[in-house]
């Protein structure tokens, strides 16, 4: 783990995401455990729509609270939300997508014809409808997402895990007469780790925009609670008077983003032994 | 003049190609309807060499750095393909300047019908209409021995075997009638009576139409069928060149001397082992056959079977070695496949008696061709030798890594290995690995499939010897699979000669080699290339190996054993 992160340091855009990844990290664990400089939900009547200032670094919002504060929070509430949606995605993927390449027949077909049917909805329609059926709020979010997310990782690991299972090393298992489970999870599963770790972190930035997404529409984190997208919502009617509510947020949002897809490339290029050698 | 002639040509890679040279100023000239060989081990510089003839070096990442490539065209005029323009160079690629490659199954498109990329070559090169095309590729695919030709256009690539895939290769590189053909170990993935063919079908046309040959391959008894000029590469110089003769019979080269000797060449039965096995069977395979059912159709409806091994019966002593010799399709994997229930037998006994104590329920383990596939790249060795172990049931105690590193010294690699991973040995070193794993559980026959066929010559060498020391050490039993004459003979006691799927001739090692009765086998034998036989005249025998789908509810013929001798038996032919 410790070399993985040595070498990510070492990748030239990696390094850039790493860093920028650690400052949002800090700032959501921060935001998350009330190390604020204000509370995030009191109200200032004097102190409303003011711009950047000394004491208030990002200014405030219509209600007076301190944008930086909400901002850290808003980031901690995303990152509870992608992170948990994508975990549950992966592993859940990665068992369905295994089981399905390793039983073959019936299972297979019917677990990838429902991924496929799952894929038909576009991302952000198919939350949109398991928020309505279930209410919104963080865990029907971090459901919704990780629902939508499930079918990329399945076809992420059933593909290479189809070709795995015909390698001679699992004839060699065979042979041998080792257990199912001995031949899932240590010539499999372990062979896919890869693969997954990097979806893992290009999910992880979709997730992020989903999430802002239905919190733009109404339907994620509900005021007065922060989060990126709601932020974004508060701003738009009010872009011209105090147009930093709007920019803060958006900001923030692509850097979180941008640092995500800066890891997954650096991933992708350590983890491939082709191209871990052309980095050294 | 010359039809190509090389003078002082470097080719280095990498973005400062002047200082990571891999071919370091090699000349040579080729006269029409002449054969160059060029012979070398992995690294040795061969294939960068012939691939900077016809450009295709510049998009492997490689770049001529000086040295020029004179061509003659068919007008006479002169052209120096080391300087040409991209726009010259694909005016000859492809046409006048042929290529085969060594990987059939990367040079065609997956996605492509084989008829499909076939006939695109005629319609372009030769101006053919859709049917003429199509019927000029079933003829082109006709030419390469490949049955059922018509059908086979409609198959994609992956449905065809890899041998099957480099005949296509090579109906495609024929098919423009080239000035100069670059064969890039053309027959390394063939059987020898195909690579005859092959070989034969090569020099057919070197005759009738003046064209230019750069053979390529590792394999030094090959050359002597073949080549006229014998150009020997090491470590990206040439060593030694000459015409064949010259080079063959008296090599001045240390390097050559090295390859003429070390390599196992295949010698009619002469260089089979003395040793004896013991008496006491280990073995007992009666009557197995296999059938793969053909499903065709909108509904996948049952219609046929696939008769992959048909009755095969033989027996096995400690301490011997029964080779399976056979061409690719023969079923001799899926013979040793099906001992070791990889693949579901539909009928026979497979009886099998302990001998080494302490051994477990599986006494039967399997090395496989390709040690790179047969181990998990993302295990240590330690992991590695322990599956067999943990599969046991049994604990990985001291005793278990005494053991371990008791196999580890003796199958020759040194004592730090267990906390290595796969890709930090060579490709020798990781087969031993493999014969290590497959002791450990203390088995008294072992299977194995190819095992030495992926390894370069030299190292082969030397794992046969390895295999022949742990044989008699243990008193394992060995059934080795494998298509190599030449590889068979040093090993075996005994063989057995498979083909279409049924065992056509078995016996004593030495009397069969040196009497073959039947007539695949004797066709086997012949088409082995050795260093004796120069400018062997290879019969083109386009006879097709029969279909093995039969009908549901078919009963194959038997055909009657006849003997020849006290061990050596063989199928009565019609």
């Known amino acids: 783990m410790t070399a993985l992160l040595k070498d990510i340091a070492r990748h030239p855009s990696g390094r850039i995401g790493l860093i920028t990844f650690a400052v949002f990290l800090i700032a959501a664990v921060m935001g998350k455990t009330g190390f604020t400089p204000y ?117 992420v690991v059933r593909g290479p895990a189809l070709s795995l299972r015909r390698r001679d090393f699992v004839d060699a298992a065979r042979t041998f007469g080792s257990s199912r489970r001995y031949i899932m999870t240590r010539h499999l599963a372990l062979n896919l780790v890869a693969p997954l770790t990097v979806q893992v972190t290009l999910a992880l930035a979709w997730a992020l925009v989903t999430e802002a997404g239905l919190s733009f529409l109404g339907l994620g984190t509900q005021p007065p609670n ?8 508060d701003a738009r009617n009010l872009m011209e008077l105090a147009p930093w509510l709007l920019w803060m947020p958006a900001v923030a949002l692509m850097l979180a983003v941008l640092s995500f897809n800066l890891l997954g490339d650096a991933l992708r290029d350590i983890l491939d032994p082709k191209t871990r050698r052309r980095l050294a | 003049m010359s039809l190509l002639s090389v003078r002082d040509l470097k080719v280095g890679f990498g973005p400062r190609p002047e200082e990571n040279q891999v071919v370091h100023g090699v000349s040579f000239d080729l006269e029409p309807g002449e054969t160059l060989a060029i012979v070398g081990e992995t690294g040795s510089g061969k294939s960068v060499t012939s691939m900077a003839v016809n450009r295709l070096v510049d998009f492997g990442g490689g770049r001529i750095t000086g040295g020029s490539i004179s061509y003659t065209r068919s007008d006479g005029a002169s052209l120096d393909l080391a300087a040409a323009a991209e726009s010259e160079l694909e005016q000859i690629r492809g046409r006048e300047i042929g290529m085969i490659f060594q990987e059939p199954m990367t040079s065609l498109n997956p996605v492509m019908t084989i008829g499909a990329q076939i006939e695109e070559i005629f319609r372009l090169q030769q101006g053919l209409t ?21 059908r086979r256009l409609s198959y994609a690539p992956h449905q065809l075997s890899g041998g099957m895939l480099q005949r296509v290769m090579i109906a495609i590189a ?57 150009m020997v590469m090491q470590d990206g110089k040439v060593v030694e060149q000459g015409p064949l003769d010259k080079v063959l019979d008296n090599p001045r080269h240390p390097y050559t001397q090295h390859l003429l000797s070390a390599v196992p060449h295949f010698s009619d039965g002469k260089s089979v082992r003395g040793d004896k096995a013991s008496p006491d069977r280990v073995l007992k395979v009666e009557d197995l056959s296999v059938r793969f059912p053909v499903r065709t159709g909108l509904f996948r409806k049952h219609t046929g079977n696939i008769h992959a091994v048909e009755g095969v019966s033989f027996e096995l002593r ?30 026979g006994v497979t009886q099998v008696d302990r001998t080494q104590t302490g051994g477990t329920e599986k006494p039967v383990q399997m ?48 004592a730090d290995s267990l906390t290595r991973y796969p890709h930090e040995f060579s490709g020798g070193q990781r087969q031993r690995v493999c014969i290590a794993r497959a002791l450990m559980l203390k088995p008294s026959v072992l299977v194995l499939d190819e095992a030495v066929s992926a390894l370069d010559v030299s190292v082969q060498a030397k794992v046969l010897d390895l295999l022949i020391d742990l044989q008699r050490e243990f008193g394992l039993a060995y059934l080795f699979v494998t298509h190599d004459m030449a590889v068979v003979e040093r090993i075996a006691h005994r063989i057995a000669v498979v083909y279409a799927g049924r065992v056509v001739e078995i016996g004593d090692a030495r009397e069969l080699l040196a009497n073959p009765r039947h007539r695949y086998t004797r066709q086997l034998i012949e088409a082995v290339p050795s260093l004796e036989r120069r400018r062997a005249e290879y019969s083109i025998d386009s006879r097709a190996m029969p279909s093995l789908v039969r009908p549901i509810g078919f009963t194959p013929e038997v055909e009657a054993w006849l003997g020849a001798g006290e061990d050596h038996f063989y199928r009565q032919e019609a």
Request: aromatic share 6%; glycine share 10%; with cysteine.
């Open chain 2, 367 to 414: 090395v496989f061709q390709n040690p790179n596939a047969s181990l998990n790249p993302r295990l240590t060795v330690q992991s590695i030798l322990a599956e067999p172990m943990t599969a046991a049931g049994r604990r990985i105690d001291e005793e278990a890594v005494t053991r371990m590193e008791m196999l580890l010294s003796r199958v020759g690699l040194p």
């Open chain 2, 318 to 347: 400690a301490g011997e070695t029964l080779g399976i010799v056979g061409e690719s399709g023969s079923g001799k994997s899926t013979t040793a496949r099906a001992i070791l229930d990889l693949v579901k037998s539909t009928g």
């Open chain 2, 174 to 230: 024929l098919a423009s009638n080239p000035r100069i053909l670059i064969a890039d170990e053309p027959t390394t993935a063939l059987d020898v009576t195909i690579q005859a063919q092959i070989m034969g079908l090569l020099a057919q046309m070197k005759r009738e139409t003046g064209t230019g040959m750069i053979f390529i391959t590792h394999d030094i008894g090959l050359v002597a069928g073949i080549a006229d000029r014998v």
């Open chain 1, 39 to 155: 509370d995030p939900l009191m109200q200032d009547r004097i102190a409303r729509l003011q711009g950047p200032s000394a004491a208030h670094w990002f200014g405030t919002d219509l209600f007076g609270r301190d944008v930086f504060s909400r901002l850290m929070d808003g980031i901690g509430q995303s990152f509870i939300i992608s992170f948990f949606s994508v975990g549950i995605a992966s592993l859940l993927g990665a068992v369905l997508g295994l089981t399905a390449a390793w039983f073959a027949g019936l299972w297979d077909g019917a677990v990838m014809r429902f991924m496929d049917v799952l894929l038909a909805f576009p991302a952000i329609l198919l939350a949109l409808l398991i928020i309505t059926i279930f209410g919104p709020g963080t865990w029907t979010s971090v459901l919704a997402i990780a629902i939508v997310y499930t079918p990329i990782f399945t076809r």
């Open chain 2, 130 to 150: 859709r049917a003429g095309a199509r019927e000029a590729a079933c003829k082109a695919l006709e030419r390469v021995r490949i049955p059922d030709a018509a």
């Open chain 1, 226 to 233: 922060a989060s990126l997208g709601l932020m974004l919502s």
